[in-house]
């Protein structure tokens, strides 16, 4: 077993100024959990890049190491879980927050944190899923949950260039629905509708709702990733007995809102987190995206492999909304 590890280092070098580079760490500073694992695959999503651009609600001490998702080996298992050699997925919990992350050869972390990687699926295809594949299926179940149904009409994804839209848009495709993907990056709508997007639009087709009560109901369903006043303007827009799944917050967290379309449509607001789920229904979605909803070809197309060293100019991407797909970090 080596003694050091490479890793993404994230130090406030000034007040307020945050600055991201790659270190040799040893592996003895690791947290005091039971599990290590030697990293293969990691993955970038915009919760990284608040980690690693100094947001105090992600990751409150710095130096840190971002990266909420990893795959990879087991070095050694204190609780006695895991084999070494097992290969892990972990997705959520603290890691990257404020136990050193994914971004990195070597993590520490306690056991229940850990999936055995599914039959089905590669560490890399795990990883172009990872923590953003998690959350669209969760997405895609909570609207299945609520009654969805190809038939009833179309169904809208925003932030659909993104990582939770783009694996939202491919998921609802496969599924059968028609699905209107919202971008603020028009040239990319071959990307959209190479992925099965019924059509493209422009992320301002949804500004003029912001000053009326309610807006003429254009989509049967909805997944909002940006959150902010878009995801009103989203609610506003459902047909009647539609519904949104609301996973994010890259346009904001806060939005005005009226009672109408729920008390005059019966609309539904249903909230996502893929962080602190509980173990097993993690599990249980991992086991669909191995079996029923795999698609190798899909998953190939939204990647993009990237080294460790290139993952920092890759998080200022993400947190200026300038991602597309998903960037899987190769430590193989
Ligand atoms: P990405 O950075 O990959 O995608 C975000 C996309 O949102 C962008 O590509 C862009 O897509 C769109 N966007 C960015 N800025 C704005 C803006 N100001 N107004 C409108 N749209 C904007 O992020 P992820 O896919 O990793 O995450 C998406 C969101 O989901 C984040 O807010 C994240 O925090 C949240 N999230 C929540 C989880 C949960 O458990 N609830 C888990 C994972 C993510 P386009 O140009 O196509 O419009």
Known sequence: MKDTFRAVWVEEVA?????????????????????????????????????????????????????????????????GTYAPGDELLVTGYDLGMNTCGGLAECIRIPAGWALPLPEGLSARESMILGTAGLTAGLCVEKLLE???????????????????????????????????????KLESADFLTELGAWKVLDRE?????????????????????????????????????????????????????????FILRGISLLGVDSVELPLEKKASVWRKFAAEWQNSELLNRIAEDISL???????ARLLRGHGIGRYVVDMA
């Open 309 to 315: 060293e290139q993952a920092p100019e890759f998080l």
């Open 146 to 184: 609520a009654g969805a149904k190809p038939e009833d009409g179309e169904v809208l994804v925003t932030g659909a260039t993104g990582g939770v839209g783009s694996i939202a848009v491919a998921l609802l495709a496969k599924l059968g629905f028609r699905v209107a993907a919202v971008t603020g």
């Open 15 to 79: 007040p307020g100024k945050f600055d991201q580079r790659i270190v040799e760490r040893q592996v003895g500073d690791l947290p005091d959990h039971p599990l290590l694992l030697a990293v293969t695959h990691s993955s970038l999503n915009y919760k990284d890049a608040l980690s690693a651009f100094g947001n105090r609600g992600v990751t409150r001490e710095y130096p840190h190491t971002p990266g909420i998702d990893a795959v990879g080996k087991v070095i050694e298992d204190k609780s």
């Open 205 to 261: 087709t949804l500004a003029p709702f912001a000053s009326k009560a309610m807006a003429k109901p254009m989509w049967a369903w909805a997944v909002d990733t940006v959150g902010g006043d878009t995801l009103f303007n989203v609610i506003k827009s459902l047909a009647y007995g539609g519904g949104v799944a609301a996973c994010g917050m890259a346009a904001g967290a806060q939005f005005q809102a009226n009672v109408f379309p």
